[in-house]
């Protein structure tokens, strides 16, 4: 049953603003016997990060909420967070409306940066 009065019901919990006019931002993740993984993103900050998916993504199929992994945020403006990343996932939700209607969104959690030497 889908709830319509669920944007009335919206509280923002995020501590820091987020961008959301990206260009090309793209997030990448190698998990241990996968393909490597790219997606966009569709919402940034320096505290997390939205990875659009598409529903049928294998990916979707191995991860879960609370896994903690290794992402390579790719930001052709150079802006923060860009490198690679311990992070979290926080919550997989359906995209049921605006630009992404259809995708599946992973918000992550960015925990620090990963030491890759």
């Given at each position: 049953?889908?709830?319509?009065?669920?944007?009335?019901?919206?509280?923002?919990?995020?501590?820091?603003?987020?961008?959301?006019?990206?260009?090309?931002?793209?997030?990448?993740?190698?998990?241990?016997g996968e393909p490597l993984y790219q997606f966009r993103?569709?919402?940034?900050?320096?505290?997390?990060?939205?990875?659009?998916?598409?529903?049928?993504?294998?990916?979707?199929?191995?991860?879960?909420?609370?896994?903690?992994?290794?992402?390579?945020?790719?930001?052709?403006?150079?802006?923060?967070?860009?490198?690679?990343?311990?992070?979290?996932?926080?919550?997989?939700?359906?995209?049921?409306?605006?630009?992404?209607?259809?995708?599946?969104?992973v918000g992550v959690q960015i925990i620090g940066r990963a030491d890759k030497d």
């Amino acid at each position: 049953m889908h709830d319509d009065s669920r944007d009335d019901k919206w509280h923002e919990r995020r501590k820091a603003a987020r961008a959301a006019q990206l260009l090309n931002y793209r997030a990448e993740i190698k998990l241990v016997g996968e393909p490597l993984y790219q997606f966009r993103v569709s919402d940034v900050s320096t505290q997390g990060a939205g990875l659009l998916i598409t529903p049928g993504s294998r990916f979707l199929q191995i991860v879960e909420v609370g896994q903690v992994f290794e992402i390579n945020f790719i930001s052709p403006q150079g802006t923060e967070p860009s490198g690679w990343y311990q992070s979290q996932i926080k919550h997989i939700t359906e995209m049921d409306t605006g630009p992404y209607k259809g995708l599946k969104q992973v918000g992550v959690q960015i925990i620090g940066r990963a030491d890759k030497d």
